[in-house]
């Protein structure tokens, strides 16, 4: 596996290492000593599955209890996929880092905790798995706009994005709880 840095800290890219021959493809999609390799210890509890039509926007979230660090990889399709720094005494709050991720390139990242998260489905069909390190907390989510002024996001859009009610009604990174 091949790590790679990102203009955002602790955000890694992960290239894979893909063999392919005749029958097809096979890559390893987790491995804990490549991460310990970059000095982390991860312990992932729980697998989450999406598929989105194309335009639709999940995000931007976070748990600020119960924070969940997240390794995104898409099986099908391709999004634009968006980390936020919510750490209040990071030099970089609020700068953000958006990647292209396709099943045709295997490329995942690695956002860990104290980020945001988001994505923006660009095929007609998106499929993402992505593994967390806590469980699911309802209680302690946050939800940052999506098209926030203060962010400046430059999503890839054609046209306005289907969100969910949640993402709809989202507040401005100045208004909602961060860490510190």
Request: with cysteine; hydrophobic share 40%.
């Given at each position: 596996?091949?790590i790679?840095p ?18 097809g493809?096979?890559?390893e ?41 997240k ?16 750490r209040?005494s ?11 991720l ?14 945001a ?9 998106a ?27 430059d ?11 949640k ?10 709880e961060?860490?510190?």
């Amino acid at each position: 596996m091949n790590i790679l840095p990102s203009r955002l800290p602790g955000v890694l890219l992960l290239e894979p290492r893909v063999y392919e021959d005749l029958r097809g493809i096979f890559f390893e999609s987790w491995n804990e000593r490549d991460f310990e390799r970059c000095g982390l210890a991860v312990r992932f509890v729980q697998d989450n599955h999406t598929r989105s039509r194309k335009g639709v926007l999940r995000g931007l979230h976070y748990q600020i209890r119960q924070p969940q660090a997240k390794l995104v990889r898409v099986v099908a399709g391709e999004i634009f996929d968006v980390a936020v720094d919510v750490r209040r005494s990071s030099p970089f709050f609020g700068k953000w880092e958006g990647v292209r991720l396709s099943a045709h390139s295997r490329t995942m990242i690695w956002i860990p905790e104290g980020y945001a998260h988001g994505f923006l489905a660009l095929s007609e069909a998106a499929e993402v798995i992505y593994k967390v390190t806590s469980f699911h907390a309802p209680e302690h989510e946050r939800c940052i706009l999506w098209n926030d002024p203060d962010l400046a996001i430059d999503w890839p859009l054609s046209s306005e994005p289907t969100l969910s009610v949640k993402d709809a009604t989202g507040s401005r990174l100045r208004d909602v709880e961060v860490f510190p």
